[in-house]
């Protein structure tokens, strides 16, 4: 019985080591060839939570995969177990193996200088998540996480989770309109409307409203557009002309009977300068003097009259 069971123990050995051989067959074809590949362990500590990143997750780099996450955990078991626990303060301690040459701390210190920042993203709708390196403008508005630790790895500073901030920005937002006053603002919106029903319409005593302005407005408007017709306007300026050279006589006849007037007025006055010499001199003269000659009409002048 021993001498026929002895090929089954040597068939069953040799087929589990072909099944070993062929899965470390398969391990190595899928697996890249990482596991002879240069390596080196960076390490980033979160505030918020990290649901959905597991071990195994991939590390990209502007969406490069350029590594994966070995291990997650908390600050207060890794570096922080001497400290009482009120003290802790309990960060996620995420590490991560980069594949390629090995980079020294003073590079990596260099990188983070440079703004190099992790975040975890999300992959889609699936909601598994990775991390994702990244040199980013707004770096200083969120500074570096504090810690009071020697690190076992190099650390790279990370950003809030982007869903995170859009959450607590809707809580915030959420706060606010609780904190506001609703119903007095509501009130002040139905008083807003009122005035501007009261704008537009009217209120029936005296004020007419815009609407009725406007309608006003479209009539001055049209009587405009009458008034500057082109025959009506050809009209008027006809009527203009006709009233400028009316103007332009009566200037002129004006003129002249001025100039007649003045020199009226001036052989008047020389006549006045001539009688006040005469009255100062010699007043006598005025009274004694000879009677002025008798005027006599002349015979021809006569005629000539008579005639007309």
């Known amino acids: ?12 050995g040799a087929f589990v080591l072909a099944a070993i051989g062929v899965l470390i067959t398969v391990i190595l074809i899928f697996g890249g060839g990482k596991f002879f590949q240069k390596s080196f362990m960076v390490e980033t500590y979160i505030k918020q939570s990290v649901t959905g990143l597991d071990a195994g997750a991939a590390v990209r780099f502007r969406g490069v995969k350029i590594g994966q996450v070995t291990s997650i955990g908390l600050s207060g078991d890794i570096y922080e177990r001497d400290l009482p ?3 802790r303060r309990q960060y996620v301690v995420v590490r991560m193996q980069i594949f390629g040459d090995k980079v020294n701390p003073d590079q990596i210190g260099e990188f983070v200088k440079n703004n190099l920042r992790a975040r975890i993203k999300s992959m889609g709708i699936t909601g598994v998540n990775y991390v994702e390196f990244d040199f980013v403008a707004n770096a200083s508005s969120t500074p570096p996480l504090p810690f009071s630790w020697k690190p076992e790895y190099p650390v790279i500073p990370s950003l809030p989770n982007q869903a995170d901030e859009i959450i607590s920005g809707i809580q915030n ?3 606010a309109l609780n904190n ?4 007095g603002t509501q009130k002040k919106l139905d008083a ?9 319409a009217g209120d029936g005593k005296g004020n007419e409203g815009v609407i009725e302005s406007v309608k006003q407005l479209n009539v001055i408007m049209a009587r405009i557009a009458k ?5 009506e306007l050809g009209v008027l300026m006809r009527e203009l002309a006709a009233a400028t050279t009316s ?20 052989q008047a006055s020389e006549n006045l300068n001539e ?10 003269s005025l009274i004694w003097s000879d009677p002025p000659k008798k005027i006599t009409p002349n015979s021809s002048a006569g005629q000539s009259g008579a005639q007309k």
């Not at 019985?1 to 069953?12: C, D, H, I, K, Q």
């Not at 506001?180 to 119903?183: F, G, I, K, T, Y």
């Not at 009688?275 to 006598?284: L, T, V």
């Open 180 to 183: 506001m006053n609703l119903d």
């Open 173 to 175: 937002l959420i706060g």
């Open 192 to 200: 807003l409307l009122g005035n501007l029903n009261v704008l537009m």
């Open 85 to 87: 626990f009120h003290d």
């Open 227 to 231: 008034a500057t017709d082109k025959e």
């Open 275 to 284: 009688f006040s010499r005469i009255a100062s001199q010699s007043p006598s």
């Open 247 to 266: 103007l332009r006589q009566t200037i002129t006849s004006v003129q002249g009977d001025t100039v007649l007037t003045m020199e009226n007025i001036k």
């Open 1 to 12: 019985m021993s001498n026929n069971s002895n090929p089954n123990y040597f068939r069953l």
